[in-house]
């Protein structure tokens, strides 16, 4: 296992087996221009590892040279490609055989055909070293792959993760289970929003708080935002599926991140199944809900003492306080049958030094 800025990545494709199948591709395609001088592009930066050996594999006179284009930022596509280094202005008459490390939906080969739409080469073939044909749009055959992989982010042999790995020898691939993904309860004072704060930092998660969710959509007058404000000036509730559509926002704007916290929701098992059901589709899953527990009466005084810096009149009112107590323990019951059926409810104690709260939660999530 390797890290590489903040994920970690696995044993994949060993140099054998590349430089394999980069020997491969060179005699396919050395015993079709055997009689001619082809020109080889190589597609920077990706492609400098495999253009280097596959021109050592190469049996025959041939040229090279090398156009550099970007769409990728992190771990995802950014949809727009750019031209940072230009195809040589003298290709006509030439075979011209473009050399991509990846292929994967195809988005910079239509910048690549655009490159040589007007140049009046001889003939214009497309090779590719890893190439997955599971997304590919189709659009331009591939005439040359060393191998058809699965779409799993890689790193290595060029390849890399925020410009890291791309001098490693093999190819690795993102380690999946190392995403966590934390439903996070807890009584009002219990301590959730600190906790998260903690997290969030030390495993790059992303804290998602229902409740700021719910105000910054109604704020910016997102039309999931006018949805819910249309019930909520009714005085109706919110329906789950306005709920869960705004966290699946939320999810798909950080695709970068290790994991999330989910703070404020699930509230009902209706809710618990749509979050899981969503999650299964991202082949992502709950791995742990964790309760701060802690007496009431230490949360009142808790509270109570916010309440005087805070102003907020629900934390300046002890039976209201308790009111509030009393309907977390009657939402959160069936909640904490529904997660114990699955293994996933861990209680940690919540009263004590802060440093010594962060560190029981670490327990947990170290032991997943």
Do not use: W
């Amino acid at each position: 296992m390797i890290q590489l800025h903040d994920k970690f990545f696995k044993p994949y494709l060993s140099e054998a087996q590349i430089l394999n199948a980069v020997e491969k591709m060179a005699l396919a395609i050395a015993e079709d221009y055997k009689d001619e001088v082809p020109l080889f592009v190589g597609v920077l930066n990706g492609s400098f590892m495999f253009v280097s050996d596959f021109l050592k594999a190469y049996p025959y006179p041939c040229e090279v040279s090398f156009v550099k284009l970007s769409s990728y930022q992190g771990l995802t596509s950014t949809g727009i490609v750019e031209t940072l280094l230009d195809v040589s202005e003298d290709i006509a008459g030439k075979s011209v055989i473009i050399l991509e490390d990846i292929i994967d939906t195809g988005r910079t080969l239509q910048q690549l055909v655009h490159l040589f739409s007007n140049t009046n080469v001889k003939e214009f073939k497309i090779a590719s070293l890893f190439y997955k044909s599971e997304i590919y749009n189709g659009e331009y055959a591939i005439d040359y792959f060393g191998m058809d992989i699965p779409n799993n982010f890689i790193v290595g042999y060029g390849l890399d993760y925020n410009e890291l790995g791309r001098n490693l020898r093999e190819v690795y691939t993102l380690n999946q289970t190392d995403m966590i993904n934390l439903v996070l309860f807890g009584k009002p004072g219990a301590g959730k929003g600190t906790q998260a704060g903690f997290l969030k930092e030390k495993y790059n998660l992303k804290h998602i708080s229902t409740g700021d969710v719910f105000r910054y959509n109604i704020k910016n007058a997102t039309e999931l935002g006018t949805l819910a404000k249309s019930f909520i000036d009714k005085g109706e509730l919110v329906p789950d599926e306005v709920t869960i559509n705004m966290l699946k926002d939320e999810v798909e704007k950080n695709p970068d991140a290790a994991g999330f916290i989910f703070d404020g929701f699930p509230r009902t098992t209706a809710q618990a199944e749509a979050l899981d059901n969503f999650l299964e589709s991202k082949d992502m899953k709950v791995d742990a809900t964790i309760a701060l527990e802690a007496e009431d009466d230490i949360l009142v005084q808790r509270l109570l003492e916010r309440g005087k810096v805070s102003g907020r009149t629900d934390d300046q009112d002890e039976s209201k306080i308790r009111n509030r107590f009393d309907e977390y323990n009657e939402k959160t019951a069936p909640l904490k049958a529904y997660y114990e059926a699955q293994g996933k409810f861990h209680s940690v104690n919540g009263i004590g030094e802060i440093e010594a709260i962060t560190e029981r939660i670490k327990t947990v999530i170290e032991s997943l």
